[in-house]
């Protein structure tokens, strides 16, 4: 809020704090009832900066494709999406281990250059993220739950995603 104030001089009225978490989690098949599940709902979405609107793009699109050529949308988004998650998942653990002084030198960077070729480069699969991902991926932990959620007869994302232990039916 004082940010806001001395920046931009905006005065809130009746302030309430607020705040949630952030989860990612690799999908195992991203498919329910032998259908692809697309998007967030499919466990797509950026470690980084938890952003999921690109990946229901692109996750949307490998769906449809998988649906007309017949092609298994397991591989698809494996191919297409997993090198790029890993990428982010690499970089959300970096990002988690240098704390604010990392963040702090990767936000100066951003804001003296242009933030495209700097985020571009951040985002590119890269040998030194697949090296790194088996290591990192032992680090990540448990996914998250849904405090709200009583894991009894529960559809919700998180009790789905526990669910999803078969192996995909295309392939």
């Not at 949307?60 to 990428?87: E, R």
């Not at 936000?107 to 090296?131: C, F, K, M, V």
């Not at 996914?143 to 894991?151: K, Q, R, V």
Request: charged share 20%; proline share 5%.
């Amino acid at each position: 809020m004082k940010f806001f104030r001395d920046r931009a001089g905006l005065v809130m009225s009746n302030p309430k704090t607020f705040g949630g978490y952030g989860n990612f989690r690799f999908p195992y098949t991203a498919q329910q009832g032998g259908r692809p599940v697309i998007g967030e709902q499919g466990g797509f979405q950026d470690p980084l900066a938890a952003f999921g609107m690109r990946y229901a793009l692109r996750s949307g699109i490998l769906a449809a494709q998988s649906v007309i050529t017949g092609a298994c949308y397991s591989d698809l988004w494996q191919q297409s999406l997993g090198p790029l998650m890993k990428a982010g998942a690499v970089n959300r653990y970096l990002f988690n281990l240098g704390g604010d002084a990392l963040r702090c030198l990767a936000l100066s960077r951003l804001e003296h250059r242009d933030a495209r070729i700097g985020l571009q480069r951040a985002y590119r699969p890269s040998l030194i993220s697949a090296l790194l991902f088996p290591f990192i991926k032992t680090r990540i932990g448990v996914s998250l739950e849904d405090p709200s959620c009583s894991h009894e007869n529960c559809d919700c994302v998180w009790c789905r995603s526990v669910a999803q232990g078969n192996a995909p039916t295309c392939c």
